[in-house]
């Protein structure tokens, strides 16, 4: 059985920073795309960060234009684990964060997410 755990998030103020973490288990982690998403209340899921890897150690993070610069994807396959690290928070990254993944490649669009944890709530005051 396919688990994913996230941790970190919390309330923070306007430019400063939070690192969430995501722990899976139950899956094969370093064949597996992780990915990051977040949503608002009444609004549809959307992309945040995705990683992945491309053979030894090299990974490929992707990232949506609004966290571009700002946000980092990183994983640790020996820890079964994928961060984010998001700096220069705003108001609007409030949400609900999302760890999900899938086989093989990122993908923006969230429907094609096969495994997704609980969710942790990220606030931003200004």
């Known amino acids: 059985q396919v688990q994913l755990v996230e941790s970190g998030g919390g309330l923070v103020q306007a430019g400063g920073s939070l690192r969430l973490s995501c722990a899976g288990s139950?899956?094969?982690?370093?064949?597996?795309?992780m990915g990051w998403f977040r949503q608002e209340p009444g609004k549809e899921r959307e992309f945040v960060a995705g990683?992945?890897?491309?053979?030894?150690?090299?990974?490929?993070?992707d990232y949506a234009d609004s966290v571009k610069g700002r946000f980092t994807a990183s994983r640790d396959n020996a820890k079964n684990t994928v961060y984010l690290q998001m700096n220069s928070l705003k108001p609007e990254d409030t949400a609900v964060y999302y760890c999900?993944?899938?086989?093989?490649?990122?993908?923006?669009?969230?429907?094609?997410?096969?495994?997704w944890g609980q969710g942790t709530q990220v606030t931003v005051s200004s």
């Open positions: 990683i992945w890897g491309r053979g030894g150690r090299t990974t490929i993070a």
């Open positions: 139950g899956l094969a982690f370093s064949s597996y795309a």
């Open positions: 999900a993944a899938r086989f093989g490649i990122s993908s923006y669009d969230y429907t094609d997410w096969a495994y």
